[in-house]
């Protein structure tokens, strides 16, 4: 009895009854039957999704001591580009991504960050670009903007119309919710510029990011200025 009160008292200062899961991330109602159900079909399927066994072939690109980020390409036997599609759909499902197939997959490259429990916590897809249009700073919110306005205008974002040369487009990036803000997504950046050209090393300004989430905005615009 003490316990579930103390349950209550704990979660119920985010949200009522509220809790996230300390395995899959999710957050979901502990005293809602409907989301223990979802919990449950969720919570199995990603962590099968991000399992990493380990290939005899794989391609390291960069170490750490909390991981290390290796590179699926196009031809690349079927396991390693299976998982890499099973990782791609977590992140689209998450981003809210209708379409589930890459724009040009024979050039896609993807980057996975394997930490040290072997799941893999994050994931890039990089494709060859000419051109591209950079991101304009938003204008000032109206105070009166219901959620959904404010969810709309941050899916808008505005777009300059004089297109920039680019090399690389990153069409994806992905970092799994309880791994976030350590760096893992500047590594794999990192990473992109060293490798993604081979025998050259690409300018921030030669990376761009098609359509922007907000996260992915705030990331940017970090990235981008230091
Ligand atoms: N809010 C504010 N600043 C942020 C945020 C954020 N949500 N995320 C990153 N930053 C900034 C910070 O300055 C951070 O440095 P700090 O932690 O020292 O303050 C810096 O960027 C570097 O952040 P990382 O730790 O390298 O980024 P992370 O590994 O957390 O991954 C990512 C960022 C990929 C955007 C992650 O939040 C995510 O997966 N979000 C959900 C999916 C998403 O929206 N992806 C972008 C889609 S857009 C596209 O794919 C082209
Ligand atoms: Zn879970």
Redesign the pocket.
């Known amino acids: 009895k003490q316990d579930d009160d103390q349950l209550i008292i704990d979660a119920g200062q985010k949200q009522f009854g509220a809790t996230t899961c300390s395995s899959c991330g999710m957050v979901y109602s502990l005293d809602n039957p409907e989301d223990n159900f979802q919990h449950n079909q969720f919570h199995q399927r990603f962590l099968e999704s991000i399992k990493y066994v380990g290939w005899k072939k794989e391609r390291v690109v960069a170490e750490f001591w909390d991981g290390k980020i290796i590179l699926v390409m196009p031809g690349d036997p079927k396991y390693a580009i299976k998982k890499a599609d099973d990782v791609r759909h977590v992140?689209d499902s998450?981003?809210g991504f209708q379409q589930q197939t890459l724009s040009r997959p024979t050039q896609a490259k993807t980057y996975l960050f394997i930490n040290s429990e072997r799941m893999v916590v994050?994931c890039?897809?990089a494709e060859p670009i000419r051109r591209a249009y950079r991101v304009l700073e938003q204008p000032e919110h109206h105070k009166d903007m219901t959620k959904d306005d404010f969810m709309e205008r941050h899916r808008a974002w505005c777009c300059s119309t004089v297109p920039e040369q680019a090399l690389c487009g990153?069409?994806?990036?992905?970092?799994?919710?309880l791994?976030?803000?350590?760096?893992?997504?500047?590594?794999?950046?990192d990473t992109v510029r060293s490798t993604f050209v081979y025998g050259s090393h690409l300018t921030k300004q030669e990376i761009a990011?098609?359509?922007?989430?907000?996260?992915?905005?705030?990331?940017?615009?970090?990235?981008s200025n230091?």
Do not use: H, N
């Open positions: 992140a998450e981003l994050g890039l897809v990153i069409s994806r990036i992905w970092v799994f919710s791994a976030r803000r350590q760096g893992i997504a500047t590594r794999m950046l990011f098609s359509d922007p989430t907000p996260d992915g905005k705030q990331f940017a615009t970090k990235f230091t």
